[in-house]
């Protein structure tokens, strides 16, 4: 597609639900990105996809957080029994193999009630 | 631990004047840097970049500064307009070639009144 897509916008959950998020990126961007975003804060790293490479998990703050992408394009983010302190922006972006910009999604907002 | 951050949370700016956001780095490693500006619910956009074998770089209308040597980064916007009202971000790459990864700050917010 022409930008990077995700999906829902708006997501409110009940505390203890599992929530999945979805992104798609640029056609033929091989690097995908997660970032968290808290109100008010910067953008906080969580997982990046390269190619067929293991992804660099280093971010995810717990092991409720997963993430996947299947065949090289969409990504999916999981959040297992979601708490209130899950409730953030989570935006996704893609890049170019050879290429550092990345080009950011509009975001899913997250909201654990 | 490494970091991104920013002088001023809030920057308000007249209608035509020029505006200068500034950001500080920590990690001296760091080879490539971006301004990302923000509106309200929509994801960062892409503005300018630099890498660390210039110190200065014009796109239109912005100008991004790089010092080394104090690890210091800014963005210049020109002729400033309601338009540029958002939140801008400075980011950093940490990690080699493909492998890139950015660091981001926690934000500036530009307003820009008449």
């Known amino acids: 597609g022409a930008g990077v897509s995700q999906s829902p916008s708006n997501k409110v959950t009940e505390k203890g639900k599992d929530v999945e998020l979805r992104c798609d990126p640029i056609?033929?961007?091989?690097?995908l990105y997660w970032y968290r975003q808290s109100l008010g804060q910067g953008l906080e790293f969580l997982i990046y996809f390269q190619g067929n490479s293991a992804p660099d998990k280093s971010g995810l703050p717990s092991d409720r957080f997963s993430a996947e992408r299947t065949g090289g394009s969409v990504s999916t983010l999981t959040i297992q029994r979601t708490q209130q302190e899950d409730s953030a922006v989570y935006l996704c972006a893609s890049s170019p193999h050879s290429q550092y910009g990345y080009t950011f999604g509009s975001g899913t907002r997250l909201t654990v009630v | 631990g490494e970091s991104v951050g920013l002088h001023l949370p809030t920057l308000s700016v007249q209608e035509g004047d020029n505006s200068i956001i500034n950001c500080a780095y920590s990690n001296s490693a760091s080879d490539y840097f971006i301004w990302y500006k923000q509106e309200s619910g929509k994801g960062p956009q892409f503005i300018i970049d630099?890498?660390?074998?210039?110190d200065k770089r014009q796109g239109q209308r912005v100008t991004v500064l790089l010092n080394k040597t104090v690890k210091h980064l800014s963005l210049q916007i020109a002729a400033t307009q309601p338009g540029d009202s958002a939140v801008y971000f400075c980011a950093e790459n940490i990690g080699t070639g493909t492998a890139s990864k950015l660091t981001f700050g926690t934000g500036t917010r530009l307003q820009v009144t008449l």
């Open positions: 630099i890498r660390s074998n210039m």
């Open positions: 056609s033929g961007h091989t690097a």
